[in-house]
């Protein structure tokens, strides 16, 4: 599984790292960052991605309202979706998972644990 490309929504600029960093461990992936939905969609017009791992709480536009229309779409409607949020709340998980995302991570992830997730998705679609 190489030169992965990842699509990394947060706010944060410390959960954004910290999640690229993670995702290094695949080797050659490329990485774009957005700072909310609405940049989401945005870099989505110009980069192609294999992935998208986004949170829930983000001004602009969240996370679940972009799950909703990454799937609408039919140029994204088949990508994977993680959703990685603090929001640990099983109306949340069962909403974003309603909604079309592949999987839901709680924050504090453990890298580990991303990285098997994601294979897990990959492993899927193939």
């Known amino acids: 599984m190489e030169g992965l490309r990842f699509l990394v929504v947060e706010d944060s600029p410390t959960m954004r790292q910290l999640i690229s960093f993670s995702l290094k461990r695949f080797k050659g992936c490329k990485i774009v960052e957005a700072v909310d939905g609405v940049d989401a969609l945005k870099k989505l017009q110009t980069e192609e991605v294999d992935m998208i791992l986004t949170d829930i ?63 897990d998705i990959l492993e899927k679609a193939n």
């Open 57 to 119: 709480n983000m001004p602009v536009m969240d996370g679940l309202k972009l799950v909703s229309l990454v799937r609408q779409n039919s140029k994204t409607k088949e990508l994977p979706i993680i959703i990685i949020t603090t929001e640990g709340a099983q109306e949340d998980r069962d909403r974003g998972l309603a909604l079309g995302a592949n999987a839901y991570i709680s924050k504090p992830i453990q890298s580990s644990h991303l990285l098997k997730v994601i294979g």
